[in-house]
């Protein structure tokens, strides 16, 4: 059980263009995703945590202009990384809380984001 | 702000032997909760061990265990039996409020 998944996996895009990664608890419902971005080699940083039916709650540096998180339902998350410039590349992970509390995470599998 | 410092970048074990990762942290909180992720090459995030800062006796998960000293602020894992599988990233992570705060992990390598 706790099963937490994303697509997609890898995406490739141009500058300019925006990119959508979903995430989604399988067997679960989940009152809170977090949404991580991780560079090579790096620690998984928070970008921004989100509730169903709310305005997610970005951190400090991240840019809710460019990075546009939806939680529209108990299963899904999205992010959405508008006019993509060759420094978003990186590694994006979710994860997924069923208590709602960051002690209860799930992780996702990941999407590599590559920016030409 | 709470910070989490995994001072070895990288650490070397032998098959069957035993190895133990150093994490400190920092905090004025008096309730919070300790992770210890594994990272393997696939990226997946894999919870380890998991520790509440209330409870005195150290958390066991089969082979993986950890030494909590509360007052040090230090939370060690000890991986005994050391199989090829456990080489990863190892993250040691804290909650003091809302939000999972990650060290900058420990690549562990594993040698037949």
């Known amino acids: 059980g706790a099963v937490v998944s994303q697509h997609p996996s890898r995406v490739i895009c141009k500058s300019g263009t925006s990119v959508k990664i979903e995430c989604r608890s399988l067997?679960?419902?989940?009152?809170?995703m977090f949404w991580y971005r991780q560079f090579p080699k790096q620690s998984l940083m928070l970008m921004a945590t989100s509730n169903e039916g709310s305005k997610a709650t970005y951190e400090q540096g991240v840019e809710k202009d460019k990075f546009l998180i939806n939680h529209a339902s108990l299963t899904l998350s999205t992010l959405t990384v508008t006019s993509a410039h060759p420094e978003d590349s990186s590694f994006y992970i979710c994860s997924a809380s069923p208590t709602g509390g960051a002690d209860t995470q799930y992780f996702g599998p990941g999407t590599r984001l590559t920016v030409l | 702000a709470q910070t989490v410092t995994q001072s070895q970048p990288e650490m070397s074990v032998q098959e069957a032997e035993t190895v133990t990762l150093s994490c400190t942290y920092d905090?004025?909180?008096?309730?919070?909760?300790l992770f210890w992720y594994k990272q393997p090459p696939s990226r997946q995030m894999i919870l380890v061990i998991r520790q509440e800062a209330y409870k005195q006796q150290n958390a066991t998960e089969n082979r993986f265990s950890v030494n909590f000293q509360k007052a040090a602020k230090s939370f060690s894992l000890k991986i005994s039996d050391s199989q090829l599988g456990d080489a990863a990233m190892y993250f040691c992570?804290?909650?003091?409020?809302?939000?999972?705060?990650f060290g900058k992990g420990t690549s562990l390598l594993v040698t037949p």
């Open positions: 905090t004025s909180e008096s309730d919070y909760y």
């Open positions: 992570a804290s909650i003091p409020g809302y939000a999972l705060n």
């Open positions: 067997d679960f419902q989940a009152t809170t």
